[in-house]
């Protein structure tokens, strides 16, 4: 079992910078592929980006391409997603989510992951 715990959503305004942070539990943190969700009012839950057990491979939308980016520090038991260049359509619940991937290997897909944080909420304000 995999709990997550989601901090550093807020308020902020169009084009800055937020952070967000997830720490795992348990000791099996490595073995896992991490992503990152979110979902805005009315709105079906949609991948923001993913990370590979190691590191080494990420994958993002479109949307955030270019302005978002997803870390991880195994040794810390964290991952993270740094958010620049906020819009207001990036306000949202974000959720942070564990997948059973192999290798190098991520994922897009909801209902492929195992695990998810409770969320954290991000406003972006114009």
């Known amino acids: 079992q995999v709990q997550l715990v989601e901090s550093g959503g807020g308020l902020v305004q169009a084009g800055g910078s937020l952070r967000l942070s997830c720490t795992p539990s348990?000791?099996?943190?490595?073995?896992?592929?991490m992503g990152w969700f979110r979902q805005a009012p009315g709105k079906d839950r949609e991948f923001v980006a993913a990370?590979?057990?190691?590191?080494?491979?990420?994958y993002y939308a479109d949307s955030v391409k270019g302005r978002f980016t997803i870390s991880r520090d195994n040794a810390k038991n964290t991952v993270n997603l740094q958010m620049n260049s906020l819009k207001p359509e990036d306000t949202a619940v974000y959720y942070c989510?564990?997948?059973?991937?192999?290798?190098?290997?991520?994922?897009?897909?909801?209902?492929?992951?195992?695990?998810w944080g409770q969320g954290t909420q991000v406003t972006v304000s114009s």
């Open positions: 990370i590979s057990r190691s590191g080494r491979r990420t």
């Open positions: 989510a564990a997948a059973q991937q192999p290798g190098y290997s991520v994922t897009v897909k909801v209902d492929e992951y195992d695990y």
């Open positions: 348990g000791r099996t943190f490595s073995t896992y592929a």
